[in-house]
């Protein structure tokens, strides 16, 4: 089975700009979870999707947002790109959004914002 | 919110040595605890998690502990090997719906000197 794929792996944005980055969850899986990574404030959650409906939100600003399509396919956006968004944005993927359920997680997409 | 403390923050061990890694949790309604391991340039890879009705789980040389009274749990890693060598995260995670997230401690670099 296919594991969890991000798209694109690397970026280059500069300040300003805004950003799209792609998630396909695991075949069958339909929750879709996002986490930004840093070296200083580690792995943070941001958002997750089931049934194209955000759930859950983490305490980031409104220029991070999400969303689901009907085949849990997952794309989060940044606009206004800052600096402090150079971060490694990683997608997990569930069966649901349940602690029942494990999260797997795909390679991340490094964002570098100049 | 949850919060999730990992210590040590590095650790150094010799081929053949036993490794852990100890996390404690502020959330007492937290009922499910995942480790992952992070190779450079990679994803978190879930190697291991306990669930709240379980004291000890195992897999081969990996084993987790959980002490819900105390707050903390620990991975035990056995005849450690070169390939040891990575970032492991711990996590904490409650519930489902608007609850359904993990909560991560900050990180181990693991070393395994050959």
């Known amino acids: 089975k296919a594991g969890v794929t991000q798209t694109p792996r690397y970026l280059i944005k500069t300040r300003g700009q805004q950003v799209t980055l792609s998630c396909s969850p695991i075949?069958?899986?339909?929750?879709v979870s996002w986490y930004q990574q840093t070296p200083g404030q580690g792995l943070q959650f941001l958002f997750e999707?089931?049934?194209?409906?955000?759930?859950n939100k983490g305490n980031f600003p409104g220029r991070f947002s999400g969303r689901q399509f009907s085949n849990s396919r997952s794309e989060m956006n940044v606009s206004t790109l800052e600096l402090g968004d150079s971060a490694l944005y990683l997608c997990a993927s569930s069966l649901t959004f349940s602690s029942s359920y494990e999260q797997y997680f795909g390679p991340g997409t490094r964002l570098t914002v100049t | 919110g949850e919060n999730v403390e990992q210590h040590p923050s590095t650790l150094s061990v010799q081929e053949g040595d036993s490794a852990v890694i100890k996390c404690t949790y502020s959330?007492?309604?937290?009922?499910?605890f995942p480790w992952y391991k992070q190779e450079l340039g990679k994803g978190p890879q879930l190697i291991i998690d306990?669930?709240?009705?379980?004291g000890e789980k195992k897999d081969q040389r990996i084993a987790v502990t959980l002490n819900k009274t105390a707050k903390h749990f620990s991975l035990h890693i056995t005849e450690t090997q070169p390939e040891d060598s990575a970032v492991y995260f711990c996590a904490a995670s409650k519930g489902g719906g608007s609850n359904y997230k993990l909560t991560f401690g900050k990180g181990t670099l693991l070393t395994v000197n050959p």
């Open positions: 999707y089931f049934s194209e409906t955000q759930r």
């Open positions: 306990i669930r709240s009705n379980v």
């Open positions: 959330d007492s309604a937290s009922n499910y």
């Open positions: 075949s069958g899986h339909r929750s």
